[in-house]
């Protein structure tokens, strides 16, 4: 059997608990004890959304094929409201190379792509021209990486196609007027309509068999599993930890070989 972990940086960053284990690897250790191949993709973007995963399996960097099971925790990168200046720099960036080894061995130094390339190819270019926000960030206008329509009626779908192996872990929600320790690396806080998050996150219930639904904690759980309205304390960490390790164990397509042994 081989699993594969995708995520944003909120699979890698545990400054708040950086002597501990982050659920990630706690699974990947899980795994390799019940003899389960492991293969961990934490934060390989500068900017790492759902849609650089689909890209790198559209490329053929990753080969869905060869996994029994799929954990991916990404969306807030394509879902936070950015001022232009951010959007433009994670949008046009120059190409780097890609590659599997890349991707899992890669950990310094992220791969900067250009977004918009795949985007148009993805999407369809008649999809990209949606308006921005209303609200300003520091004297900008802000945009997401993609609009709600783009993330139900196409992005959703394409992640239906691997519903049987795919474990999903929802984004939660942005409590109202709490940053945590954000505003340590940003005295100003976040943009005033960061919480556009929590429409794309409620898009996401009841469309995957194995979700981990994060949208479910109230303000309370947020405030003590996450340090910043977006990464996780170790609380938070456990909790994800244990809710993984409920679905694998209730779930007996995980005694399933795949279809099909990938290269890579």
Known sequence: MNALIFTDSR???????????????????????KNISCDIMLCPFKWTTTIDFIQCIEEKHINPDKYNIIILFTGVVEYSPRPLSNF???????????????????RSHKIANNKRNFFMKFFDENNLNFKNYDIQYKGENTR?????NMHEKVVIPYLQK???????????????????????????GR????????????????????FVDLLSWD???????????????????EYIFKEIIKIFENSPFYNKEPTTQGNN
């Open 191 to 210: 943009p005033k309509n960061i919480n556009i998050i929590n429409e794309f996150a409620s898009i996401n219930r009841n469309k995957f068999t194995n």
């Open 88 to 106: 433009n720099e994670a949008y046009y960036k120059n190409n780097e190379r890609m590659s599997f080894n890349r991707l899992i061995l890669n």
């Open 219 to 237: 303000e309370n759980d947020i405030k003590k599993y996450t340090i910043d309205n977006m990464h996780l304390t170790y609380d938070g960490s």
């Open 162 to 188: 691997y519903n049987e192996k795919l474990i999903f872990i929802n984004s939660n929600k942005i409590v109202k007027d709490w940053e945590g320790d954000y505003l340590k690396a940003n005295p100003i």
């Open 11 to 33: 699979g890698e960053h545990k400054q708040s608990f950086f002597r501990k284990k982050i659920f990630t690897e706690k699974i990947c250790k899980y795994f390799e004890e």
């Open 144 to 148: 997401s990486l993609i609009s709600i």
